[in-house]
């Protein structure tokens, strides 16, 4: 269990192992020997290193949950920070994204374009058929 997660914290971090090394101090050979297993129980002071690196913590590493990337934390971060409507909105457009990417839909258009009005609600699906009612619509309300 815990090498899997080591592995994907290594993966998630995009570095190569010998930036680990110059980064942490360990040694390149210890690195590429803890990451293929050889090393069946690494010092924890190896693993503490390591784990604190890549930005997680030992329950991470002993964990049985996913691991997050960089990238993914720092949405969902900001995801955690908005209001209501804010979730809401993200919710939908998610949602909207995982249907479209899903889809085997060919009429589908691959565009997204939120609502032109801030009165208008979120018109995830564009059509062959009302792309021009889109590309046609007033900007705002000030311009109808």
Do not use: C
């Not at 998610?94 to 889809?103: C, D, K, V």
């Not at 609600?121 to 009302?130: A, H, L, V």
């Amino acid at each position: 269990m815990w090498l899997e997660n080591l592995k994907k914290m290594k993966e998630n971090s995009g570095k190569s192992t010998a930036e680990i090394s110059a980064a942490t101090g360990i040694p390149k050979s210890t690195l590429d020997k803890t990451f293929t297993g050889i090393i069946k129980e690494p010092p924890m002071s190896t693993m503490f290193t390591l784990v604190h690196y890549f930005g997680y913590t030992v329950d991470d590493l002993t964990g049985d949950k996913e691991m997050l990337s960089g990238e993914e934390k720092r949405l969902l971060e900001i995801y955690r920070k908005l209001d209501t409507s804010g979730k809401e909105f993200i919710t939908g457009v998610i949602e909207h994204e995982y249907t479209r990417s899903t889809s085997q839909n060919s009429n589908i258009v691959p565009i997204s374009i939120a609502s032109r009005s801030f009165n208008d609600k979120y018109k995830p699906e564009i059509s062959e058929d009302n792309i021009n009612d889109y590309i046609n619509a007033p900007e705002n309300d000030m311009d109808m």
